[in-house]
């Protein structure tokens, strides 16, 4: 089974008006952007400062990485983060999920007594 390796980029210090969009249309012009996305306080559309860009190729995300880039005045922070392994058979992200019992859990279950005083 042959995979495919996307690493994304994390991008930091974005501009705060910043959304998909902008990052999407910032990032493309140096390759084909598969996603962007701008990660913001949850129940809000205000913008926490970073985001996530996937390229089509790897050549391309490095290349990015290699830069010292800028938008609207912010010296942007390029990092690697981890890559999403996708293999070519099935076209899903590979994922590792803890065992589950005969109940369909996969944590503790059972009876805590807190108020057993007992030495």
Not at 23 to 44: D, I, M, P
Not at 83 to 95: A, L, M
Not at 99 to 116: A, H, Q, S, T, Y
């Amino acid at each position: 089974m042959s995979a495919i390796i996307r690493r994304r980029i994390y991008v930091g210090n974005i501009p705060r008006f910043f959304r998909d969009t902008q990052l999407t249309e910032y990032f493309s012009q140096f390759g084909k952007v598969l996603s962007a996305n701008v990660v913001n306080f949850a129940g809000t559309t205000k913008s926490r400062g970073f985001g996530f860009v996937k390229f089509a190729d790897d050549e391309t995300t490095d290349k990015v990485l290699a830069m010292s880039l800028e938008a609207q005045g912010h010296k942007l922070v390029l990092t690697a983060t981890d890559p999403d392994v996708i293999t070519r058979e099935s076209k899903t992200t590979e994922t590792t999920l803890p065992p589950v019992n005969d109940f369909g859990f996969n944590g503790f279950i059972g009876k805590i007594d807190l108020c057993n005083k007992s030495t």
